[in-house]
C-alpha cells in the first residue's frame, strides 16, 4: 500500500518563526513535490525534487526552502513565517516518467498551517 | 504556459443520475491525464488516469481522452450521494503535473 506521512496534520506558528514540514514516502520514489492549496487558486507547486539533494524551483518559491537527504524524506522549511504563508501544504511522490507517460502522484495527508 | 481549464460549479446531480466532469488543456504535448477526487480538507486521492485517445473505464468511472481536442472528461454512473467531492483534472507534460482547479460535484440524494 502506497504511503505518504506528513510530520503534522494542524500547525499553529506565529509570525517570523522557522517552520519545518516533513514529508517521508515509503514507495522508492524518486520523485517528491511539495504543493500549497489555497481556496479558489487550486494547488501550486512550491519545489520538487527528482533525487536526493536535487531541488528545483516550483511556481512560488519565494519565502521557502527545501531539502533532501534521503530518497525518503523531503522537507520544506519556511524561513520567516509570514502571514500570507497560512495555507494548506501537500507532498506528493511519483515514479520518473518513462517511455513518454508520467506516474501519478501520490499525495500525503497535508499540514494545516496557520500562522499568526 | 500549462493551463488546464475546469467549471468549478457546483455541479448537481440527482442520485443515481450520470455526472459529467468536463477539462480542457493547452498544452498539446501532454501524454498522460489524471483524475483525483478530493473531500473537503483531504488531500487528493487518484480515481484514473489515461494516456490514449478513447475511453477508459474502471467500475462507475469512465475517463475520455480526446488529444485533438485538448479535452478529457470523467463520467460517474450511477452518482452516490459519497461522490460529493472536489474533482481535480491534471496534465502531465514531463514528470510534474499541472492541475485544474477543480469541479466541486454535489450528488443530491
Known amino acids: 500500500d502506497v504511503k505518504v506521512t506528513q510530520s503534522s496534520r494542524y500547525l499553529v506558528k506565529r509570525t517570523g518563526e522557522k517552520v519545518f514540514l516533513e514529508c517521508v514516502q515509503d514507495m522508492d520514489h524518486e520523485n517528491m513535490f511539495w504543493y500549497r492549496q489555497d481556496p479558489g487558486l487550486g494547488l501550486r507547486l512550491i519545489y520538487f525534487?527528482?533525487?536526493?539533494?536535487?531541488?528545483e524551483k516550483g511556481d512560488i518559491p519565494e519565502g521557502y526552502s527545501v531539502s533532501r537527504e534521503k530518497k525518503e524524506r523531503f522537507s520544506l522549511i519556511l524561513e520567516s513565517a509570514s502571514t500570507n504563508q497560512t495555507s494548506m501544504y501537500l507532498c506528493a511522490s511519483s515514479s520518473p516518467r518513462l517511455a513518454g507517460f508520467s506516474y501519478e502522484q501520490y499525495f500525503g495527508p497535508g499540514t494545516r498551517l496557520t500562522v499568526t | 504556459q500549462k493551463e488546464v481549464e475546469q467549471n468549478s460549479g457546483p455541479l448537481s446531480v440527482p442520485e443515481g443520475a450520470i455526472a459529467s466532469l468536463n477539462c480542457t488543456y493547452s498544452d498539446r504535448g501532454s501524454q498522460s491525464f489524471f483524475w483525483y477526487r478530493q473531500y473537503s480538507g483531504k488531500s487528493p486521492e487518484l480515481i484514473m488516469f489515461?494516456?490514449?485517445?478513447g475511453d477508459k473505464e474502471d467500475g462507475r468511472f469512465t475517463a475520455q481522452l480526446n488529444k485533438a481536442s485538448q479535452y478529457v472528461s470523467l463520467l460517474i454512473r450511477d452518482s452516490q450521494p459519497s461522490d460529493s467531492a472536489t474533482y481535480l483534472c491534471a496534465i502531465a507534460p514531463a514528470n510534474n503535473l499541472f492541475f485544474g482547479t477543480g469541479t466541486r460535484l454535489t450528488v443530491i440524494p
Open positions: 489515461i494516456y490514449s485517445n
Open positions: 525534487s527528482y533525487d536526493v539533494k536535487m531541488k
